[in-house]
Structures are given as structure tokens and as C-alpha cells.
């Protein structure tokens, strides 16, 4: 009887610790993301690429010597479904951090439960309201519009423009552009000399345009999303104004070029370098990782990448940084080791992240490039 | 503000003006058929525009030819609207079919994003892109197109509603279907045919507006609240009520945005609507209700 009853307990010991070995060895990621809904877009390229960094990675071995896997719940680009879907990662699938949302909203939306579960979040979405102020455990991946704000007013300081006029979109995009336009044109000494704003379905600009033609700037910024830039710059050919237009990189496609047609002659506008691989310098520390990640998911899926992925890539880029630099994959230690990631080359940009800052990149994730002959070229 | 800054927004006006002025044309017709408002017509205008895009894309069609085809597939369209899910529930009252019109172009916006997807699309335009200068503003070929075939398209249905029998007999529709059909009027065969020519209206429309301003799955939306209230604001029932109306709402927002501030232009022309529609509920151009008992 007692003897039976050790057997039974040394199994029971035997299979607990199987169990906990073997949770040992696998390490659990999620990721919240909008595959469908209005921001697939978004978060479709954003689940191919950790789909295929999964296989990628399990292929060679795993993250030192731990398995990867990646758990996604797509939020459909709804809230509630995203507070849902947080949750469960948090409780019940017990993953040591989390990679999205794909929008801002439902970055917002989820980002305190990750404080209090004290679990790394590392957002793909843009609002500098993620990360200012800082949250220690929440982290986000894209280019912030003041880095293309600062990176445009830098290259009219070279050019000697000091009269700006700024065209926006009335959406949420082109407001967060507005405002950060109007507190950084006064700060770095130049005039706001016209502030235009334009409905996202508006099909004629050349009402505003000719407002702006009026104040007589010395170059106009536009910021908006497609399909309104196209027709700005179609408007702006149309009334013969020549002064030397800007566009946000919200509009760094070909899709732009292609609505535009001659009118986007050039134009010049902040892009990252995901979008233009071909043209960055050899030595430039981004060039390896950028054609790694442009060959792979070419090879994965027969599709051209997008910046959108590239926001999932870097994030789980550097959380696997972390891991390895600190290796543990407990997820406070993941927190502090992303904290410390200095000069990590990514798609999107060189990250260093401190406790300060948790966005990690700054105006040298953009190029300015130029539109000339229907394709993008470096204006340097 | 000087005189050719002026003279810029009136000729964006007037050119957006067309584009709600020929939906507007659109709803009048059929209301003046049926005593339906079709707020399906944006959904026409949309087809119009994409169908020509995708007939040079695909088909490899030279641009009069695709916008001829999308014209007319665009009127087989009005016909099948008309013919599947209007007439199947005639009879009803004229609430229930404008509700079926809601339904129709949320299912004809549906498969239009399916089949062609979410991204705007440009067609050339008809005669070159060169602006031509005129009293300091600049005015695009395009425009002209725009302007000169709505006026046409404009005089083509007054003479037909005022000077032909089958135009009158559509009218006589629109005032009592029973005793239409009494005096021997085909009221099916006109409620057909006011489908197809509002359809033609809007396609046309559509296919001389894309390359001003673009098209996509969605642009019907916004064309159809807009060519209501050109409507609205002109008369409903008005065919020239509807184009003067969509002239002018144009031209206010055009103002409005220009003069006033460009973040109310939407809300500045609509006040305008509103105001105007408390001193003349009837429209500029509409006769005031008399019931007679």
C-alpha cells in the first residue's frame, strides 16, 4: 500500500516536471492584430510576417535553444474584440509579451491592463500618446509624425524656406500631422503662413490651394492619406503654382504615384527605407536586415512588403533581442532588456530605447525622397 | 481677396457643382416617374466611373469606347434594379421602395469593392491636362467636358419631359399611376425607363467626372447626399431645379472654403440649405404643396 502510493507520487513528481521542462523550452508570443475589418491593411501583412518568422526561426533552431511560438487573435479593427483578445493572452495562454495592436485606438484601449499584468506590450501603432507619457511596459515600433515633420523642416532649413503653408486632411491622421505641424513650424523659427484643412472624400482642393497661392509661402506641406494628396497635387499643376510641394509619409507608395500620374513630379516627402531597399548604400546597417525581410517574404508569400509589416518585424525583432541579451524570457526581464536595446537595426529604423523614450527611433528613420519620371529617388 | 482668386473658386464650383447637379438630375427623374427618391443613383454614378476604368484596364478599350461600354452597362444595370427589386413590390407604398433603394446601393457598393477592390482609381482625361488660362484663374478642358455635356444632358430632358409624348407620359406618370394607365400609359414599361435614363444620367456623369476627380468602390455615397440635397435645395421634381441647385451648392462650398475657412465648407453649405429651406420649404425652383380638398 505505502509502496504503491510512492510509485504514485514519484509519477505524479515525473510528469510535473516533464511538464515543466517542456514549458520551459517553448517561448510564448502574442500578438493582437487587425487582420480584417477596415485596418487589414494593416494587420494582414503584420500576422504574414510573424507567421513566417515563426517557421523561419523554429527552422534554425528556435531562440536559444527555445521554441517560438506565436499566438495571433485577430481584433476584426474592433475595440472590444481587442480588450477581449488581451485578455486572453494575458490569462489564459500566459504569453511573456505581446506584439500589436495594429491601431492606435485599441493600442490605448488595452494598453494599461498590460501594466497591470506586467507583461511587455510592443504596439505596431503610430500615436505618440502610446509612449508619451511613457508606460514602462508599453513599447510602440512605427516612425511618430514629428520624426517626418522634423525630417521635412530640416530640409527647408537646408533649402532656406521659412513661409510654410500646411494642407491636412480633416481625418485622424491628418490632425495628429496638424498639430504637430502647428507646434513645430513656430519652434523651429519658421512662419505657418496658411492652414488649410480638406474633407478625406473632398474630390477639388483647388479652393484652399488657391488661398495658399494668396499668402505667397515658400513651400506647401500636404498631409493626408490616399486619395486627397493625388488630387492636391493634380490641383496644384492645374492652377500653375510652383511653389515646392511636400507630402507626409502616409502617402510613400506607388499607389501615389500612380493616382497622381504627371502632377507628382516632384514631389518630395519623408519615406522609410522599407520602401525604397534598391537605394540605400550598402554599408548602411538597415541594408541587410531590410532585403533579408524583402527575399524572405517575397519567397513566403509572392507578395512586395509593406512598411505595415515591417512594424510586426521590428517588434518581434527586438523582443527576441531581449531575450537573447538577457537570456531569460521571464517578461520583466524582457521589459528591462528592451529598455537597453541600443542601435538595433530593424526595418523601420536604428532602435534605442531607454526609459525615457519607448519609442527608440528618431528623424534618420526617414529619407527625403523626390518623385521624379514616376519613381522615387533620394534627395539628398 | 482679388478679382481672379474670385473667379478660381466660382469655376471649382461650378465643376463640383456639375457633379452634384447630375445626380440631382438623376433622382429627379425617377421621383418624377414613380414619387421615389432612389438613393441608389450614387451607386449609378460610381459604376459609371469604375466600369469605364476597368473596360480600358482589362478590355485594353480605347476611352471613348469604355466609357460608351460602361454607359450602357450601367443602364442595363438601372434596367435590372428596376426589373428585380423595384417591380416585384410595386404597389407599396413609396417608403418601402425607397428603403429597397437604400439596400441596393449597399449591395451594389458591396460587390463593386469585391470585384474591383478598395483603392481609387484615375481615368486619362478626355482632352489633355493642360490648363487653359482664363482671366488669371485656370480652367481645365476637363471642366469644360464636364460643364457642356451636363448642359446638354440638361436640355435633352427638358425637351424630352415638355415636348415628347413618352416624357409627358412619364410625367403623367408621377401624378396618378392609376389614371396613367387608365388613359393608356405602359406605367410599368415608363417606370422602367425612367430607371434606365436616370442610370444613363448617372453614368455618364460618373465617366466625365472620374478623371477630375477620381473614383472608388465608395464615392457614390457622398454624391448621392449631396445630389439629394441639390435636389432639395433646387426643387425636388425640378429637372432644372436639380442642376441649379447643384450649381449652387457648389459654389457655396467652393466660397466657403475659399472666403470663410475650408474646416466648415460641408457644414457652411448645408446651413445655407437649411436656412433657405425654412423661408422656402418648397425649393428655389419647386411650386408650393396646395391640397385640394
Known sequence: ?380 | MDLASLLQFAISGLTVGATYGLTALGFTIIFNTTGVINFAQGEFVMLGGMMSVFAMRALGLPEPAAVALAVTATVIVGALVERLAIRPVSGRPAMDLVIITIGVSILARGLAMLVWGKDTFALPPFSGDTPLPFLGAALMPQSLWVLAISLGLLAGLKYFFSATLTGKAMLACSFDAKAASLVGIGVRRMVLLSFMISAFVGAVGGAILAPLTMTSYDVGVLLGLKGFAACILGGLGNPFGAAVGGLILGVLESLGAGLVSSAYKDALAFVILLALLFVRPQGLFGKPESKRV
Open chain 1, 1 to 380: 500500500m505505502k509502496f504503491a502510493r510512492l510509485i504514485a507520487l514519484a509519477l505524479l513528481a515525473l510528469v510535473l516536471a516533464a511538464g515543466c521542462s517542456k514549458e520551459s523550452e517553448t517561448l510564448k508570443i502574442g500578438a493582437v492584430l487587425s487582420v480584417t475589418g477596415p485596418a487589414s491593411f494593416l494587420g494582414e501583412p503584420e500576422k504574414n510576417t510573424l507567421m513566417m518568422l515563426q517557421d523561419e526561426i523554429n527552422a534554425k533552431g528556435g531562440v536559444d535553444g527555445r521554441k517560438l511560438e506565436i499566438i495571433v487573435y485577430d481584433d476584426e479593427s474592433d475595440v472590444n474584440k481587442c480588450v477581449m483578445a488581451a485578455k486572453k493572452l494575458l490569462e489564459q495562454d500566459k504569453v511573456a509579451a505581446v506584439i500589436g495592436p495594429s491601431i492606435s485606438g485599441n493600442t490605448l484601449a488595452i494598453m494599461k491592463s498590460f501594466s497591470q499584468a506586467q507583461v511587455p506590450l510592443v504596439s505596431c501603432a503610430a500615436s505618440e500618446k502610446i509612449i508619451s507619457p511613457v508606460d514602462p511596459w508599453v513599447f510602440n515600433t512605427p516612425q511618430l509624425d514629428r520624426h517626418a515633420v522634423l525630417k521635412i523642416l530640416q530640409d527647408f532649413k537646408k533649402k532656406g524656406y521659412s513661409k510654410v503653408a500646411i494642407l491636412t486632411v480633416s481625418d485622424g491622421y491628418g490632425q495628429s500631422g496638424r498639430a504637430v505641424l502647428q507646434e513645430l513650424i513656430p519652434a523651429q523659427g519658421m512662419t505657418l503662413a496658411a492652414d488649410e484643412v480638406y474633407g478625406p472624400k473632398d474630390t477639388d482642393m483647388t479652393a484652399q490651394l488657391t488661398k495658399i497661392k494668396a499668402a505667397g509661402p515658400d513651400a506647401i506641406v500636404c498631409w493626408g492619406t490616399n486619395p486627397g494628396p493625388a488630387v492636391v497635387a493634380r490641383n496644384r499643376v492645374q492652377l500653375g503654382i510652383d511653389t515646392p510641394l511636400y507630402m507626409s509619409h502616409g502617402v510613400a507608395s506607388k499607389k501615389f504615384i500612380e493616382l497622381a500620374g504627371d502632377a507628382a513630379q516632384g514631389i518630395v516627402l519623408p519615406a522609410g527605407r522599407l520602401a525604397l531597399i534598391d537605394q540605400v548604400p550598402d554599408n548602411h546597417p538597415q541594408k541587410a536586415v531590410l532585403v533579408a525581410y524583402r527575399d524572405m517574404y517575397a519567397k513566403k508569400y509572392n507578395a512586395p512588403v509593406s512598411t505595415f509589416g515591417g512594424y510586426a518585424w521590428d517588434g518581434l525583432q527586438l523582443v527576441l533581442n531581449a531575450v537573447k541579451a538577457g537570456k531569460s524570457a521571464l517578461p520583466k526581464d524582457i521589459r528591462d532588456n528592451l529598455e537597453k536595446t541600443k542601435d538595433f537595426a530593424a526595418t523601420t529604423g536604428l532602435y534605442t530605447y531607454s526609459p525615457a523614450n519607448h519609442n527608440g527611433l528618431d528623424e534618420s528613420a526617414f529619407v527625403m525622397v523626390v518623385i521624379d519620371k514616376g519613381d522615387w529617388k533620394v534627395a539628398e
